[in-house]
């Protein structure tokens, strides 16, 4: 289990324009990692919107906002243009990445039990260490959650 202070998982992963993002060219730059279930559902949708109609002031606060599913990247192309989200999305089909943040799991949904990603946000330092570990995200307030947490 991650906590504050820890070193974050290092990662490599494709993002919407199958360019690679990894964790250590983002040195120097604080960092919203959030974890979502699917695209195109309606609580992650409004997750994704609300931090689009907030990307302005993330930006203000030197905040690179990046998402996690394991959606691939055609769904995550189509995601975006349809609710032009200005930050990328990162593919991990094979959720080795969820796994390493822990955000993999066991989640129930209408009495039935599956394996999925929890939704998480973590907020990474400059350095590269979790600043901040948001669990209780509320999809239509993610944005200013992620602000309420800077000094």
């Known amino acids: 289990m991650l906590r504050p202070g820890d070193k974050a998982p290092s990662f ?3 993002d919407t324009q199958g360019k690679t993002v990894k ?5 120097g730059k604080k960092i919203a990692l959030y974890f979502y279930p699917k ?12 931090l689009r109609d907030n990307f ?6 030197n905040i690179t906002v990046l ?6 990247q055609i769904s995550h192309q189509r995601f975006t243009e349809k609710f032009e989200l200005p930050f990328p999305l ?5 959720h080795e990445i969820a796994e390493r943040y822990g955000v993999w799991g066991e989640k129930k949904l ?4 599956y394996m999925g990603i929890k939704r998480m ?13 948001i669990d209780k995200v509320v999809v239509e307030d993610h944005a200013a959650q992620i602000l309420a947490g800077l000094g």
Do not use: W
């Not at 695209?39 to 609300?50: F, Q, R, S, V």
């Not at 990162?90 to 094979?94: M, N, T």
């Open 12 to 14: 490599s992963l494709r």
């Open 23 to 27: 964790l250590q060219d983002l040195k």
């Open 39 to 50: 695209d195109m559902t309606p609580g992650c949708t409004k997750e994704a919107c609300n």
């Open 56 to 61: 302005s002031a993330l930006k203000r606060h």
């Open 67 to 72: 998402g996690v599913s394991s959606d691939d």
């Open 90 to 94: 990162l593919s991990d089909p094979e």
């Open 110 to 113: 209408y009495g039935k039990t």
């Open 121 to 133: 946000t973590f907020m990474i330092d400059e350095e590269g260490r979790i600043e901040r570990i």
